[in-house]
């Protein structure tokens, strides 16, 4: 009796620390995200305001909206070319994060300050490099031609394949990092008794690095895929224009259509979706943990 | 678990009720000045966008007034738009906006109508100005800058095909495919489709809106982009051999490029002004007032016309920096009757989504 009083009061006491610790981020959390996300649900269900703002009159016409084939059209297009660009990511992070892993340490540290030095400079200026770099007067094209390679300049941007590679070039260390450092905390002792046990190297990396690795691959996805499928500056620039994602159908809503309620509408279903995918990546989280 | 749903719910009712308070009361009377106040214990925030007044105008202002200001920029019509509208105190003075964006927050009792008492350099302005359609007779804004928007080309990569018609653009020779941009802002991507059917530029009516979006579809597929900031680079670079652009912004590849020249399209074009204007928030309208007042000195005024290249609607200001460069960029010597024949965007109102939905529908395509 008097002993589980005693556990009782010392999990208390743990609660108590727990949410002292936890305080300073859910009160950030619960005024920068909880609220503003209130209020966007909350605008959702009233009318457009003529000049900006809603007018209190309500109605579901804004999801209803939503449905139609434009708006999913943007999405799906939007989401091809996220995944593509987080499928890439994968293909060319993966072996760099393992190839770093193999580096003498000294090595190692070196690699990620140069993976992450891009970030040192503006986003926005980098992208632009790449406009200067591949337009067709660019030094690509340009260099091309007088080395006789070519003879019309190619038109390398302006297309979703330009979009895709600005992406991939601007979050790609997303992904090569979180696969860094679950790569790097597998104990080689692991594969080299799967060697010694008759495994092929093949084998060993398929069954023991590749599973083992798993959840930084995701997070890397993540990484990748949320920021890629939100971002409206580089379909602007190295789009031209001339593809919408709906990071850019979202930002037209509320500030050259003046309707935030609809705007809600595809913020909200943007969350939801990406909320979708943070659990998806948890339970596969949860269940090569479980297995491991 | 119900105690935590229940301060979400707690939560979310707050944030409702803040938004309701937030926006409400928005009635609409005229400024009260008055003509003894102290400007040196004012303070003033002009948001306008960047590099688009001298760097030393809020030092110069403080030296004269004693008030200090302070200037923040904002990129677009829409990003300022969406600060003074969204509820509250901007902690704005002054803005410059365009003339149908003033429109929209006069609709709004957002700005204050000014007391022209306060701004005698008004005299400066040309006469022409009373009659800009956003705004008649001047009543809540003062014009800052002025023009109109053609096509910018290269005059010696298009010899014998100079364009003449909006159509030039849409639909350009097959030698100049894939060489063209247009402007991406809804109003002007609209805008060479609207004239060259024959439309107003300041159509609400849905049938012609469409015919309008189906001549920008086609029209796409010979852009190389939809560009509204590094269009006179392209030039200069000869990716591109004509694009749609404001004057102004046509002159500063005619800086870098004697062969590059603008024209207005024989179908017509459209008269766009940027603005000054007074938030009703403010609470220092006084100094407000002087500080449109000295913008509009013909000194500092004709910085606009010497260092952007756009036209100013200030006779003396204009009189002042016009020769020097009348030679180099004929644009500049448009005259304000000629400016007043295209025609002035004004705010859409209801229609605004109308045209958001046809520019996705166009550039989704």
């Known amino acids: ?292 | 678990m119900r105690n935590s749903s229940k301060g979400m719910l707690a939560i979310i009712a707050s944030a409702a009720l803040f938004v309701l308070t937030g926006c409400g009361g928005s009635g609409s009377s005229s400024a009260k000045l008055d003509a003894d106040a102290d400007l040196a214990s004012q303070k003033l925030t002009v948001s306008i966008w960047a590099a688009y007044s001298p760097e030393d105008l809020p030092s110069k202002f403080e030296e004269k007034f004693g008030t200090k200001v302070t200037i923040t920029n904002h990129a677009t019509n829409e990003e300022v738009m969406a600060k003074l509208t969204a509820g509250g105190d901007s902690g704005i003075d002054v803005a410059f906006v365009s003339g149908q964006f003033a429109q929209a927050l006069a609709q709004q009792g957002l700005i204050e109508n000014l007391d022209k008492s306060f701004i005698p350099n008004s005299a400066n302005l040309v006469p022409e100005v009373a009659n800009l359609t956003y705004d008649l007779g001047n009543k809540y804004s003062m014009p800052y800058a002025w023009g109109t928007t053609g096509i910018c080309y290269r005059a010696d990569l298009m010899k014998g095909n100079e364009p003449t018609s909006w159509n030039d653009l849409l639909m350009p020779k097959p030698q100049f495919k894939g060489k063209v941009t247009m402007l991406a802002t809804e109003r002007w991507l609209m805008l060479p489709a609207q004239k060259a059917l024959g439309f107003s530029a300041n159509t609400q009516d849905e049938s012609e809106m469409n015919q309008v979006k189906d001549l920008l579809i086609k029209a796409k597929a010979n852009l190389l982009a939809y560009d509204d900031t590094t269009f006179y680079e392209r030039l200069v670079s000869g990716e591109a051999v004509m694009v749609e652009a404001w004057d102004g912004w046509c002159n500063y590849g005619i800086a870098k490029n004697k062969n590059i020249k603008f024209m207005v399209p024989k179908e017509g074009s459209d008269l766009w002004a940027d603005t000054m204007v007074v938030l009703k928030s403010s609470k220092n309208k006084e100094a407000a007032h002087a500080f449109i007042n000295y913008i509009l000195d013909k000194d500092v005024h004709s910085w606009v016309v010497d260092n952007i290249l756009y036209k100013v609607p200030n006779s003396a200001a204009m009189e002042k920096s016009l020769p020097a460069l009348a030679a180099d960029f004929p644009n500049m010597t448009i005259s304000p009757s000629e400016l007043l024949k295209g025609e002035g965007l004004v705010d859409l109102g209801k229609a605004a989504p109308l045209y958001t939905r046809i520019a996705t529908e166009v550039t989704a395509k």
């Open chain 1, 1 to 292: 009796m008097l002993k589980s009083q005693g556990r009782d009061l010392i999990s208390n006491r743990a609660r108590m620390a727990r949410l002292i610790y936890l305080a300073p981020g859910l009160t950030y959390i619960a005024i920068f995200m909880i609220i503003p996300l209130g209020i966007l649900i909350f605008y959702t269900f009233f009318t457009r305001g003529t000049y900006g703002g809603v007018d209190f009159i309500f109605t579901l016409e804004n999801y209803r909206r939503a449905l139609d084939w434009l708006y999913l059209s943007v999405l799906l297009e939007s989401i091809l070319i996220a995944a593509t660009t987080t499928i890439l990511a994968f293909l060319i992070g993966f072996p760099v994060a393992y190839a770093i892993t193999k580096l003498p340490s000294n090595w190692q540290n070196i690699m990620l300050v140069l993976i992450v030095l891009p970030f040192w400079s503006n986003f926005l200026i980098r992208t632009y490099a790449w406009i200067v770099l591949l337009n067709t007067q660019g030094f690509l094209n340009q260099g091309l031609i007088n080395l006789g390679v070519l003879d019309q300049p190619l038109s390398l941007l302006y297309n979703p394949g330009a979009i895709v590679l600005g992406l991939l070039y601007a979050y790609i260390p997303l992904m090569i990092l979180p696969i860094y450092s679950a790569l790097v905390r597998i104990d080689p002792s692991l594969t080299e008794s799967a060697i010694n046990l008759g495994a092929t190297t093949t084998q060993a990396f398929r069954q023991i690095t590749l599973p083992l690795a798993l959840p930084g691959v995701l997070v890397g996805s993540i990484f990748v895929f949320v920021p890629s499928i939100g971002n409206f500056i580089v379909p602007e620039l190295l789009g031209g224009g001339k593809t919408v994602m709906v990071g850019n159908l979202i930002r037209d809503q509320f500030l050259k259509a003046r309707d935030w309620p609809f705007g809600s509408v595809l913020a909200l279903s943007m969350v939801f979706m990406l909320l979708m995918l943070f659990i998806l990546q948890a339970r596969v989280n949860r269940r090569v943990g479980s297995n491991g």
